[in-house]
């Protein structure tokens, strides 16, 4: 993998179309904290056969217009260039198109839609970096969850885009948790992976964690662990069997765990219990949200993910040791 | 104008009670960025002749009541000097009196209503300025905003002070938009304007541009103009046309117009676009406000303003040229 | 009593388990800003009455359970040993437990939420802290405002813990006030000093009125003027009269009074009268949170009062002279 990374840096250099294509890839790997090139291409397969096995490849194609737009965008607005070759403002771009592109109709106010949220995600990256700064906070997918809250709610107003079914409709009433086999167990689990790109897919969810393995084989842990933490304890608290089954109590909680186990402390037992604790209460969250949310037909999206691993970074005093330079 | 100005200006050092009207005229001007008591004689008269005309003279009186109370009571909490004599502690209070008096009864517990939430602001614009220090914002009318909504949302627990009819009311449902006269475009587009003051008046908007030209003819121009784009958008995404011809969407993105184009930054083509694309982002989040507080029958006010400002003045480092010193 | 307390000192230097007991019992007197054990021990007779009165023990169990928590979590997330030892660390758990057990139904899901919540409280409150570093201002009961939320929340969306009957449920819909007779009166505003502790209960206030005044009589004082003019403004702005006797328009507004009068500005004329302006306009966000709320089956909690306290505690340049070190 090094050999061929060094050689694909090489060609990146010498050409700027491979240029723009890797910082697009790594914008891809970002989703997942990994500015690794292999990664984005991994995961870029784990959409494609995600969306399309789905029946919805507009949700690809939306991703990509998405990422490419603000990639572009970012350009203009003369961004840092490490930060811009990191792919660091290319991931809000590319989830705010696949997020679009899977809660409103096809059609061009969908393609204006996901053009605007693209752009305007550069401007909010730019802005919660700087807004989160003074903390040692990332901005995390905050801009994509902004933006896309904002168009949702606004296609609601407006005749030209009819807001479909959304995820969060389901949980509003409290249910008998039905009995969660085996089968709905694992599904669930590699569900939650996939879920962070918005997929219920098993076979995206491998690629998934193939693409995480490849940059980080800690990171590719602490997503399998997180999910199995997530599925579990959704399921012991009473959740609904088919959310948990779907993965859609998991996504957030696997990005929970990710980054605090692996992205902004050193991996360690003590950082792993605290980040246990921070991916549980990330069910919570996403739980309570998602009745929050439920009367205005707007899905949660990642901000569960965004409040708690915020909320879990800020006390550094207690992880002095283990606090990544980053 | 000059010479009158210079003339008004040695009037106010000699009279206690022409100064203390020349910082209210202030207030009224610093609605719309200017620190000019010619711009706020001619507002004062677009607002009297909008209340007076829509039958609702208690609009006017609510307003003045707002602006002398809230200028008072900064001279009692000790408020910089400079600040005060440019009316930006007046503003906010003259915002809440013609709100309250428009969404509320008229009566005593109104009056009441009008002078907690004048002082109140005061507390409220010295608090946010503050909190926003750090990132080098402006409180823009976030005081009026979060003062009105606690007034208005408490009004409805307190039987003193049943709420009338609420302008976010009507757009709950998505609508086929219908066909957009010209003369309905017009009337909309100026009616952006001086809904800024929550009247749907053209007269009053004629004389609130006539006021900004007095200082600023670019404001005046990029008021126009964001108008003229946030009419046109709103009616492209398919928005209900009575909202669209009465104003009611453009005049949030009529105050980004201006806050972006020539009060932050300097005026220019790359600042215009930049405006521009945040003046019909501020169309989106106004769509959005109204559909997340229709169930609570609450306006938006200036809020999308507010939101749309601040996320579009973070990312400072892309205009580092065209940055203006305040 | 100080020469009770410097002996209780003394044992508790000698003696680990003691010195356990004195920073838990700081921590119930930390509920009203006071750092003092025997305040602590009035508390806890308050909240035990109040709980066996009211024929619901769990109340009581649940606190002390959420108190204990919180206070071992933060040992073991190496918080600072003089905050640690001032209770700042307990009083957010002890919240959490008391308003877990009044809303949601006794089992083996509460005592595990309340163990979980006062955790995550712990982590918070470092949060909260290093947040509002910068502004020079508290946490107050903000991690447990915020912690409580998110599980009444998601306790909805779980099978294994049905929400129970909530404070803010009632006031939907404006209503005639009744006449407040002045037994009603009295009730309402001894009332409104123990619901800071969720309880309605006369004797528990008495015990909590005894307990501020061994500690500050200044700040037992300024709880009582709160409640009388939190009552007082609450009946005359025509609230709903069962929430006035209840005192459940009142416990805000008296932690208010405190703050603003007792534990951040020096007691004085001045002080006074700001510290009654943010009282009133406590009484008017507590309304405005029940209406917010109310759909949502949601309880304002402390809310209202770190809100407005937040919002009167920035602008202390106008409180130059009165402002105190801490």
């Given at each position: 993998v090094d050999a061929w990374l060094a050689r694909w840096q090489r060609a990146c250099k010498a050409s700027a179309p491979l240029r723009f294509i890797d910082i697009n890839l790594r914008g891809i790997g970002q989703v997942m904290f990994q500015d690794h090139p292999l990664t984005g291409a991994l995961f870029a397969a784990a959409i494609a056969w995600g969306s399309i096995a789905a029946g919805a490849p507009e949700v690809l194609v939306g991703g990509l217009l998405g990422l490419v737009v603000a990639t572009l965008a970012a350009m203009r607005l003369r961004v840092d260039a490490a930060e811009l070759g990191a792919g660091l403002y290319g991931y809000n771009g590319l989830l705010v198109g696949m997020a679009l592109a899977t809660f409103l109709p096809p059609g061009p106010t969908l393609w204006f839609y996901i053009a605007l949220g693209a752009v305007v995600s550069v401007v909010a990256m730019l802005g919660t970096a700087r807004a989160t700064r003074g903390w040692q906070l990332s901005a995390l997918t905050a801009p994509f969850v902004i933006v896309t809250w904002l168009l949702l709610l606004a296609a609601q107003a407006f005749a030209g885009a009819d807001a479909g079914g959304s995820v969060a409709g389901a949980p509003?009433?409290?249910?008998?948790?039905?009995?969660?086999?085996?089968?709905?167990?694992?599904?669930?689990?590699?569900?939650?992976?996939?879920?962070?790109?918005?997929?219920?897919?098993?076979?995206?969810?491998?690629?998934?964690?193939?693409?995480?393995?490849?940059?980080?084989?800690?990171?590719?842990?602490?997503?399998?662990?997180?999910a199995l933490l997530a599925v579990t304890s959704a399921h012991l608290l009473g959740a609904e069997s088919d959310l948990v089954r779907a993965g859609l109590l998991g996504f957030s909680p696997v990005l929970t765990a990710v980054a605090l186990g692996t992205v902004f402390y050193r991996p360690g037992w003590r950082v792993a219990v605290y980040a246990g604790l921070g991916t549980l209460f990330t069910v919570v969250v996403q739980a309570a949200l998602n009745v929050f949310f439920a009367p205005l037909g707007l899905p949660a999206l990642t901000a569960p993910f965004v409040l708690c691993t915020w909320m879990f970074l800020l006390p550094q005093q207690a992880f002095s040791d283990e606090r990544r330079g980053n």
């Open positions: 509003l009433e409290p249910v008998a948790a039905a009995a969660l086999d085996p089968a709905g167990f694992v599904a669930g689990v590699l569900k939650s992976i996939s879920q962070v790109f918005l997929k219920a897919n098993i076979v995206a969810a491998l690629l998934f964690l193939a693409g995480l393995w490849v940059a980080s084989p800690a990171a590719a842990l602490f997503a399998l662990g997180g």
